[in-house]
């Protein structure tokens, strides 16, 4: 036992562990705060080394009650002084994230705090946090090891530069936040971090010449369906798995009228059941349906129908004739499947469905694109590039209409559309070749000099005279012939 003379006791007990149970139990006082201290551990050397810890900061001038016991409320100064990141980022998910953020993004928020910041700064009070000691955090990173899905342990992948990134933009947004709430004093030190440099990789997308021709391939009705509503309706593979019958609208009087339509109202997204849990308690999980599990095992996850991304994500969507025979095929596809084995079909009356009538998943459509890529030799991609596809021909093909491309895509900033989803597309930068060529170079001298070092037959000098006389021509000539090449 440690015992001090009657001025110190005021300011300082420590006992000898005390066995409670299982655990080794200290008690101790600590300036600035009134009540008896008591900490709990698993053996009684962790307990011992407690009690030479706190002799060591009390000798020091240093020793600070536990952080949890800490009201801000009540005792401000003295929180500014203890609070350590763990407890701002607990705060930082409790009362902002609960309030502000979708299950996804409160899911995978979760998984950074847990598995890349409380391990290494946790313990750190955020008073101590400075631009240079996060930079050296960041770093530090990169050289440890990532924390693998279930099911991919075996990669051992150390953690990305686009994680640390994610983490970076956790811990900015949780030290905004600390600073809101007068946790902190000054300013926000993650807003001049340099971040480790790194090269995105760019999305590979396909072109308009290389989607048909992948429709055309295409021979499984369901991932052609999928195609059909990514690349018609710039559809999310989650709000096209969430698609029910009651939000497809394509009677004939539509259809005669080109007003047939579909509404986005919903995804299909497997959650977390300690988020979802959470978000419930705040009255947000906004769940419309929960399906049922069908695995014998527990599972931490459960599969929803939910309200989609964002606001601007609910959204009306006019269809291609090509996408409503699709659909239409679906449905009686479907009928005939329900008319043929009775109650076994388990129907959700969703649109993309098993031959039973329960739901795919995002992989089990990722892999089904895989595999057709790979049989059919095309080039690479993943099933969200559809989606970037289909915003690049439309932004085509309507003359660059951003504000009716940005309605079918449902984002809220029209720069998201030319920002993010704009891939420009080789077949189009030709065509403006050809018509600065038609259009500008062709009455200049310079064209004339260019024109006659090239080879050409009889048929093409004639036709070099025909644009030089009139002019007005060559933009639908080049255009028709940009229509027949892309038909061959």
Not at 179 to 204: F, Q
Not at 225 to 253: F, K, N, P, Y
Not at 313 to 325: D, F, G, Q
Request: aromatic residues 6%; positive net charge.
């Amino acid at each position: 036992m440690v015992r001090m003379n009657q001025s110190s006791k005021e300011h300082l007990i420590v006992m000898k562990p005390i066995k409670h149970g299982n655990k080794f139990r200290i008690t101790y006082r600590c300036p600035s705060y009134p009540d008896l201290i008591h900490e709990s551990f698993d053996s009684e050397e962790e307990a011992n080394l407690r009690i030479s810890q706190i002799l060591l900061e009390k000798k020091r001038g240093t020793l600070l009650p536990p952080p949890a016991l800490v009201d801000a409320d009540a005792q401000p100064e003295l929180a500014r002084e203890i609070m350590t990141v763990a407890q701002l980022m607990e705060e930082y998910v409790n009362l902002y994230g609960l309030n502000h953020w979708s299950e996804s993004t409160l899911s995978s928020t979760m998984h950074r705090i847990t598995h890349y910041i409380n391990p290494y700064i946790g313990t750190l009070p955020i008073k101590s946090l400075t631009t240079h000691r996060l930079e050296r955090f960041y770093r530090k990173l990169l050289r440890e090891p990532a924390v693998c899905t279930k099911g991919k342990e075996h990669l051992r992948t150390t953690i990305s530069p686009s994680v640390v990134e994610k983490v970076h933009g956790t811990i900015r947004s949780a030290l905004n936040q600390a600073i809101r709430w007068d946790y902190l004093k000054g300013s926000n030190p993650a807003m001049t971090v340099e971040l480790p440099k790194y090269k995105k990789e760019k999305r590979a997308v396909w072109d308009d010449a290389e989607a048909r021709y992948a429709l055309e391939l295409c021979d499984d009705p369901i991932l052609k369906l999928c195609m059909l509503l990514a690349l018609g309706c710039s559809m999310r593979i989650g709000e096209i798995l969430g698609l029910t019958w009651d939000c497809v609208h394509i009677t004939s009087q539509l259809m005669q009228t080109d007003s047939a339509y579909l509404c986005v109202e919903k995804e299909l997204r497997r959650c977390t059941n300690a988020s979802l849990e959470k978000l419930r308690e705040q009255g947000r999980d906004d769940v419309f349906f929960t399906f049922p599990l069908w695995k014998k095992t527990p599972s931490t996850t459960t599969l929803v129908l939910k309200t989609p991304k964002t606001e601007s994500s609910v959204r009306t969507i006019y269809l291609p004739p090509t996408v409503i025979h699709a659909l239409r095929q679906a449905w009686e596809h479907q009928a005939a499947l329900k008319q043929e084995i009775g109650t076994v079909y388990q129907d959700f009356n969703l649109v993309i469905a098993r031959d039973n009538g329960r739901p795919f998943e995002e992989h089990n459509i990722s892999q089904k694109l895989k595999a057709f890529i790979q049989a059919n030799h095309l080039r690479p991609v993943v099933f969200h590039s559809l989606r970037h596809s289909s915003t690049s021909v439309k932004l085509k093909i309507s003359g660059g209409d951003i504000k009716a491309v940005q309605g079918d895509i449902g984002h809220a900033q029209a720069n998201m559309v030319t920002d993010v989803y704009s891939h420009i597309m080789d077949s189009s930068r030709k065509h403006l070749a050809q018509q600065m060529e038609a259009q500008f170079f062709l009455t200049s001298p310079e064209s004339k000099k260019a024109a006659a070092q090239l080879p050409m037959d009889s048929s093409t000098k004639q036709l070099i005279q025909l644009l030089k006389s009139s002019p007005e021509i060559a933009d639908p000539l080049l255009q028709m012939s940009h229509i027949l090449k892309g038909n061959k």
